[in-house]
């Protein structure tokens, strides 16, 4: 298994530019979530999901969308990039709400929006 | 607010030293308490920890909770250069299902 890949590794926006930022897991797995890494903030939640055609906002949902049209992948867009939205982004997956189960991260997507 | 505090933020000791680090938590319907360990990339998985008085121990890192208290602390003994790393405390919400996560205490170990 690849675990939980995350394209590209790194990204360098324009103000008011959009992107997608790609998370795929092929570990069969139900929850799939995106976060932030701030310095000094910790991650905080951006989007989730807890199957195919089900999304749900987190902490921080504003200027974010997210789909999930299969199990595999939960792509995060930037609709209109500010450079507030500079930052580590990690996607996570587990397999299900059970609270026994593990959370895997994927590498992380560093993005800089000039 | 559901909030989950790790102290102390940052960390600085010589190789051999133990240390420990503390994460306490305010955190509605909880289900687990997760440790991770953040070096240059992702946060990797540590322990998961559901019940309280019973350690989980890994080598020369081990976890306990207490959910009396609401804390969970993590130990590391005999500290190494490759163990310096963001260590990053986590808990789990039933309900809305979510992770709620500390700040994260930075522990840096000098040769």
């Known amino acids: 298994n690849a675990g939980v890949t995350q394209t590209p590794k790194f990204q360098v926006l324009k103000t008011g530019q959009s992107m997608t930022l790609q998370c795929a897991q092929d570990?069969?797995?139900?929850?799939m979530s995106w976060y932030r890494q701030d310095p000094g903030m910790g991650l905080r939640l951006i989007h989730y999901?807890?199957?195919?055609?089900?999304?749900d906002q987190g902490e921080v949902p504003n200027g974010y969308n997210v789909s999930r049209s299969t199990t595999e992948d939960f792509p995060l867009r930037l609709l209109s990039a500010a450079p507030s939205q500079t930052s580590v982004y990690f996607c996570?997956?587990?397999?299900?709400?059970?609270?026994?189960?593990?959370?895997?991260f994927g590498p992380g997507t560093r993005l800089t929006v000039l | 607010e559901d909030k989950v505090v790790q102290s102390p933020l940052s960390l600085v000791v010589h190789e051999g030293d133990t240390v420990t680090l503390n994460c306490s938590y305010e955190?509605?319907?909880?289900?687990?308490l997760l440790w991770y360990k953040q070096e240059k990339k992702a946060p990797t998985f540590l322990f998961m920890l559901?019940?309280?008085?019973i350690e989980k121990k890994s080598g020369r890192l081990s976890s306990i909770l207490d959910k009396k208290e609401l804390f969970s602390i993590l130990n590391i003994t005999a500290t190494q250069t490759g163990d310096s790393a963001i260590y990053i405390c986590?808990?789990?919400?039933?309900?809305?299902?979510?992770?709620?996560f500390g700040k994260g205490t930075k522990l840096t170990v000098n040769p």
């Open positions: 996570a997956s587990r397999e299900s709400g059970n609270p026994t189960d593990t959370q895997y």
């Open positions: 570990m069969n797995h139900e929850y």
């Open positions: 999901s807890v199957g195919a055609g089900i999304t």
């Open positions: 955190v509605t319907n909880f289900r687990s």
């Open positions: 559901t019940s309280s008085g």
């Open positions: 986590a808990v789990f919400q039933g309900g809305s299902e979510k992770l709620v």
